[in-house]
């Protein structure tokens, strides 16, 4: 469609052509032609009185009948809308009229009813048009009827070069795209190489005193297991005196203690002799002076110094002496 | 197009796995030097730690027995033993060390075996005493055997008493 301050618009009769700026002052003019050969030189002539600005301005071409053939097909097979052009330029000759030139085409499904809309016009008389925009220094935008301003009938030429170069954008696209991708790459790479370098810097840097600092803290550990095994040796000091000294005031008086073994662990055992073996048992474990007081086999019943006494041999703690 | 299939297929997942790579070992190193960053940081705390454990281990200087070998301190805890035995009216019949290859920081430590003859008063005072000497000795396995009762009670009490003895010294 026409947009912009800087588009023309060019109406082309039997014999005639009319330029017209669609935006801006209003400007008109118009010129007639002979034949298809004028007709670029009249297209170049007066789009070269058009007024202008300083960007390339753009045409839009409408041609009118029978410059151009507008059909609405019916029974077209349901081809995609980007299959249904080729395919009515395939069967140019069952759709329109030929005079001898070749024709050029397109053609666009209308709604949903299986109805197309194409329109065909002579190459010669497109390549004619698309000379003359060119030799004014015009961008042709689109050749279409005038009824059918949505379809577009560039010349044969003037499509393949705008494949070309859409083909040419889209590479350059792609090669930008990849350029900026292999851009980003090598930033980020050399980000991470920077901040490695700085990281492995500043650890060097730390080395001295962290070796310091682990020295200490290895120092710090061994001072206070230093602290903590002397308070245990401490806390411990007693523990045998105070074991002998529970077993002599529980054993009951009618009893004589022969001999007393003690560990560290709490284990050990006691032997000697007692009216009754088993009170002294009772008695140890009443007092608790020791733990799990037992007998260690029966007592043994033996005179000493002409008294009866029972010889026993008691056992404490988890393990045995 | 073999150029971009090169490219596509071998050159950049190379290049990427690479970079991945570098990425981790970066993001490695930096947790590293944020670790390291973070323990110097406490060395405030560290110093305060170490002039609190220096008091502490300065006051265990009496504890600790006297000697910087294995050999000096078994023959100051036979010593000690010696004297706390005279002491207390034992008689101190023999010391013998015994194989004690414990260790805590610099701390070491040895054990000796005494075998002592005397009363059970003498003993038992002997028991307190050692409970608050300084050093610290600490008694681990404990012997003691009487005669058997007899008539004759007139005679002095003779306790065979046999002890092991640990403390500890600083190397």
């Given amino acids: 469609m026409i947009r912009g301050p800087s588009t023309l618009r060019l109406v082309v009769l039997p014999g005639s052509i009319r330029v017209e700026t669609t935006a801006g002052a209003p400007w008109q003019a118009e010129a007639s032609f002979d034949s298809v050969p004028e007709l670029a030189d009249a297209i170049a002539r007066l789009a070269a009185e058009a007024p202008r600005n300083r960007i390339r301005s753009r045409v839009s071409v409408l041609l009118e009948r029978p410059l151009v053939q507008v059909r609405a097909l019916d029974g077209l097979p349901p081809v995609r809308p980007q299959d249904l052009a080729a395919l009515v330029a395939s069967q140019t000759g069952r759709f329109f009229r030929r005079n001898g030139h070749p024709l050029a085409t397109d053609a666009q499904w209308q709604g949903r009813g299986g109805v197309a809309r194409a329109a065909a016009a002579e190459e010669p008389l497109l390549d004619a048009i698309a000379m003359g925009a060119r030799a004014a220094g015009l961008r042709l935008e689109t050749i279409a009827p005038v009824d059918a301003p949505e379809l577009c009938l560039l010349p044969g030429g003037e499509r393949a070069e705008r494949r070309r170069a859409a083909r040419t954008l889209l590479r350059r696209l792609a090669v930008g795209a990849a350029a900026a991708w292999a851009?980003?790459?090598?930033?980020?790479t050399a980000r991470l190489f920077l901040e490695r370098r700085a990281v492995e810097r500043e650890l060097r840097a730390l080395q001295a005193p962290l070796a310091a600092e682990l020295a200490a803290r290895h120092e710090l550990r061994s001072a206070e297991l230093t602290v903590l095994t002397m308070r245990d040796a401490q806390r411990d000091g007693g523990v045998a005196g105070r074991a002998f000294a529970r077993v002599a005031a529980a054993l009951p008086d009618s009893s004589v203690l022969g001999a007393f073994a003690w560990n560290a662990d709490g284990s050990g055992a006691l032997s000697g002799w007692a009216k009754d073996a088993s009170a002294v048992v009772a008695a140890l474990a009443r007092s608790q002076a020791v733990p799990q007081p037992r007998l260690e086999g029966p007592a043994v019943k033996e005179t000493v110094a002409g008294r009866e006494w029972q010889r026993f041999t008691v056992v404490f703690g988890p393990g045995t002496p | 197009?073999?150029?971009?299939?090169?490219?596509?297929?071998?050159?950049?997942?190379?290049?990427?796995?690479?970079?991945?790579?570098?990425?981790?070992?970066?993001?490695?190193?930096a947790e590293l030097l944020a670790r390291a960053r973070a323990d110097l940081a406490g060395l405030g705390e560290l110093r305060d730690s170490a002039a609190t454990l220096s008091q502490d281990v300065v006051a265990l200087a009496p504890r600790l027995v006297a000697g910087a070998s294995a050999t000096d301190a078994v023959a100051t805890i036979a010593s000690e033993l010696s004297l706390a035995a005279t002491r207390h009216g034992l008689k101190l019949a023999a010391t013998a060390p015994l194989e004690a290859d414990s260790t805590a920081g610099r701390l070491h430590r040895v054990r000796v075996h005494a075998q002592m003859e005397g009363d059970i008063r003498g003993f038992a005072s002997l028991l307190r005493a050692l409970e608050a000497s300084d050093p610290v000795l600490v008694v681990r396995d404990l012997r003691v055997t009487a005669p058997a009762p007899s008539t004759d009670s007139r005679g002095p009490e003779a306790l065979a008493i046999e002890l092991t003895v640990e403390g500890w010294y600083l190397k």
């Fill in chain 1, 183 to 188: 851009a980003a790459g090598l930033l980020f």
């Fill in chain 2, 1 to 29: 197009m073999i150029a971009g299939a090169l490219l596509v297929l071998r050159v950049l997942p190379a290049a990427a796995r690479i970079v991945y790579q570098a990425r981790a070992e970066l993001q490695a190193r």
